[in-house]
């Protein structure tokens, strides 16, 4: 492995870190920046990896939320995307691990149209998709940090844990020590 592998892992880590940052802002329009810049990241990632199929979908699901936020016409939006899952699944084929991103982004924008007690469920299989479309791409960095992602969700569908809800109850987070 040489120095520009490393390069690539280290911009899906970063990438990562500012999406992870994103969630600490209040504004939601320094949100979507946050989010946009760590799409960017992922889409130069991916591109790097040769793996279009991610990037494509990357650059899709900016789009997509864009219209969820801005817009009531979630349903609407998101029957009106199909025909982009297809059309990625014929043009970056080169394996059925291609259709990974398409299926998990399908996945995901329906979950966005349903209540959000099933987000958490529709999170865990999304990103499991892409855990298995990364390691196929070689996106360990990726893989990592979307593997964070479910063990996050499967922490809070098994075990109704969410830090964020003991704090607004007045309850301290579990500590480990």
Same mark, same amino acid.
């Given at each position: 492995m040489d120095i520009n592998f490393w390069i690539v892992q280290g911009i899906g880590i970063v990438a990562w870190?500012? *999406? *992870?940052?994103?969630?600490?802002? @209040?504004?939601?329009?320094k949100i979507l920046v946050f989010q946009t810049i760590a799409t960017a990241l992922y889409?130069?990632? $991916? $591109?790097l990896l040769g793996a279009y199929s991610? *990037?494509?979908?990357?650059?899709? @699901?900016?789009?997509?939320d864009y219209l969820y936020y801005k817009t009531d016409l979630d349903h609407y939006i998101f029957v009106s995307s199909i025909p982009v899952y297809v059309a990625n699944g014929f043009i970056t084929f080169t394996g059925w691990y291609d259709l990974l991103p398409a299926l998990a982004s399908f996945i995901d924008g329906y979950g966005l149209t349903k209540k959000r007690e099933s987000v958490v469920l529709w999170a865990i299989i999304? $990103?499991?998709?892409w855990v298995i479309y990364d390691i196929f791409v070689m996106s360990y960095s990726c893989a990592l940090t979307d593997? *964070?992602?479910?063990?996050?969700?499967?922490?809070i569908l098994l075990f109704d844990?969410?830090?964020? @809800? $003991?704090k607004k109850k007045g309850k301290e987070p579990i500590k480990l020590r």
């Open positions: 870190l500012v *999406l *992870l940052v994103s969630y600490y802002r @209040e504004d939601t329009d889409c130069v990632h $991916y $591109y991610g *990037l494509f979908i990357c650059v899709f @699901e900016v789009i997509r999304t $990103y499991t998709a593997g *964070l992602v479910v063990l996050s969700n499967l922490s844990f969410n830090p964020f @809800e $003991y």
